[in-house]
């Protein structure tokens, strides 16, 4: 018997390994066991360490290799990664039915088509008034009715049947994981990217090869030749059991749990060694697709069963329906059906499935037109409010936390959930005692929704908010909204140690001094080690490199990038100090008009409160006012605050206004206002507030008439609604990036 050749044999194995995963990851139906495929997985390996020329990318042994990177470069989208529109209720998702009915059912348009004619027919009689053109007129008139009449019936009749469209829906899990565009060339992966910002993503092709479920070479299959390009968009997730196996090994290394999987996903993607990602054990389901070369695909349902050909996971819970009523079926039975699976799902996506169809209903320059996410209400739970503590933020407010009695609500067991403030306590009236509905907010963080009063015992006792302190006992503040009811109150002393961690990681912040390598975690790993008791004590951690390289997970690399993040840091100028220091009521937009008004913190120093309350920008009013000014004046006059600018002034730190920038001689954004919202990306909002004043705009923080472009990122919300409502242009983060780098 002839003895294969190396390159035969190291082919086969990969043949036989790609079909295992098929069969593992996409059909469900493992051949054989996990101690087989790994015994199949080290012969291959064996033979390509003595054939080392033989080694190709695409094999499954080189799913991770290499050095960790260095971090993650950003690429453009071949086509543009739109979000995806959602509703909450029944009603709405009829209205959505209703508007693709109408813009794609043929007799429906046939309707709009004929009342164009009737119109064009009346056009001709301008201006005529004799008997005849009269009784054209009346003639038209009642062909209209008639037309109106039978349109509006038709439209009753699609209604009643559930809007059923040629082709009909597909109906998907709205999985709750990390979106990932993956992108094969002649069959082989090469590229795959994150959403971003829908129109640039970060490079993850390192991470996305670690995740076995994805093919590094697709399947071929004769009767489906996969195209020359085909991107493929999907979820990734972290399933429930890797997800409490991650979990308990964190709180094993002494580490803080993730909150819950998407949040584990979501830190696993930002990995920047694959060899971690791989040991996750991370899931993916495509759901859509990018650019594709060559003939379409019928259907999207045909789409996605040519994905699983392909050795590509697809949802195997994905169904088919003719009409809006069959969805809405399917809808309610998947929620009960939805918590029993091992990955997170909080919706059904409802997509017209045919894509010439989908064309035709085309994009907003957020969502398409022809898909909508239904999303299932977040799961409530009744429990018992046993006490509430109060915890000091950065400002000094005094936050409510409630501990209740331990209940499993969305995945995980809840004891404490936010109260948000005083005001919210006493328009809730919540008690000690009460049985109290929580949910999670966005499905992660726990907050009590309201009291169930039909319960309320007689013991239940109002919660009576702290007079000092809980934590130096110093003097507090009340805060009062306008009509003098109380909604808050606050710590003033500056010197109070529960804000100080909480200030210096505000402090280090992007959008405040941005120090590099210095985040919440590392602020709180330094200040436990004792080497953080004050602001100036960032600046002297370089007299501190030895404590620093004794420390857990710094080693010398991450301690010099450390170090030269806080050198950086020095020369941000006043207006990042400012609001860096954590001033009450002094965010970035007051402390840039401040310090471009003063321009050093000398001037500021020597200005009367009065003069901070009244100053004028040009003509007009700085809106700074008398509360912040009070606030501003007395923190730089305190103790505390001459403390922190001594440090400040002894570690060389800018403390005045760099020479200002020749104004742009494109001022694109003259006369404009512009609003942002949501989560963004790329930018932070202060980010973008400079980049429109530098070329003459105007940021605002609400919505009106006047506001000229609103920047939505995602989660989007109330404001988005408004804009849309108010006819105001919307820009998704990369079109305002898009339009900053045409200026």
Known sequence: MTTPEPSQEIEQLRSEIRAHDRCYYVEAEPTISDREYDRLLENLKQLETEHPELVTPDSPTQRVGGEPIEGFRKAAHAVPMLSIDNTYDEKQLRKWAQRCFEGLDGTYLGFDEKLHDLDEQESVLKGRRDAEAKQIRKNLKLAREELQKNRIATLDLAAKAGFPIDGGYLLEPKIDGIAANLRYEAGVLTLALTRGDGRTGDDVTANIRAIRSIPLRLVAHPSKPFPEVLEVRGEVVMPMPEFQKLNKAMVAEGKEKFVNPRNATAGTMKQLDAAVVASRNLQFFAHGRGEISGEGFGSHDDFLKTLALWGIPTNPLTQHCESIAEAWDFIKDFGSRRTDLDYGVDGVVIKIDRPDLQNRLGNSTRY??????????????????????????????????????????????????????????????????????????????????????????????????????????????????????????????????????????????????????????????????????????????????????????????????????????????????????????????????????????????????????????????????????????????????????????????????????EAPANQIFSGKTLVVTGKLEKYTRDEIHELVARHGGRASSSISKSTTYLVAGEKAGSKLAKAEQLGVQVLSEGEFEELVREL
Not at 371 to 393: M, S
Not at 501 to 528: P, S, T, Y
């Open 368 to 661: 398409p037109h022809w898909c909508i996410a239904y999303k299932y209400p977040a799961e409530q739970v009744a429990t018992r409010l046993l006490k509430v503590d109060w915890q000091v933020g950065k400002t000094g407010r005094l936050t409510p936390r409630a501990t209740m009695e331990p209940v499993f609500v969305a995945g995980t067991t809840v004891q404490h959930a936010t109260l948000h403030n005083l005001g919210e306590i006493r328009r809730k009236d919540i008690r000690l005692g009460d049985t109290v509905i929580i949910e999670k907010a966005g499905e992660i963080i726990p907050q009590v929704v309201e009291v169930d009063l039909s319960k309320r015992s007689n013991k239940a006792q109002p919660l009576k908010p702290p007079e000092a302190c809980p934590d130096c006992s110093g003097a507090i503040e009340r805060e009062e909204d306008g009509s003098g009811k109380e909604t808050g109150r606050y710590c003033v002393n500056p010197e109070c140690p529960a804000q100080l961690a909480e200030r210096l990681i505000h402090f280090a912040a992007r959008g405040q001094m941005d120090i590099e390598g210095m985040g919440e975690k590392i602020v709180l790993q330094l200040a436990d080690a004792g080497l953080l008791n004050s602001f100036g004590d960032v600046f002297a951690l370089h007299n501190q490199r030895e404590a620093l390289l004794n420390l857990e997970r710094m080693g010398d690399k991450k301690v010099d990038n450390l170090l030269a993040g806080i050198e950086a840091a020095k020369s941000r100028g006043l207006d990042r100090v400012l609001v860096g220091l954590g001033i009450r009521h002094v965010g970035s937009t007051v402390a840039r008009v401040l310090a471009k008004h003063y321009g050093s913190l000398d001037a500021l120093l020597a200005a009367s409160q009065e003069d901070i309350q009244s100053f004028k920008v040009g003509e007009k009013e700085s809106g700074i006012g008398k509360e912040i000014a009070a606030s501003l004046y007395g923190f730089l006059h305190s103790d505390t605050g001459r403390h922190v600018i001594a440090e400040l002034r002894d570690a060389r730190v800018t403390l005045d206004m760099p020479a200002a920038e």
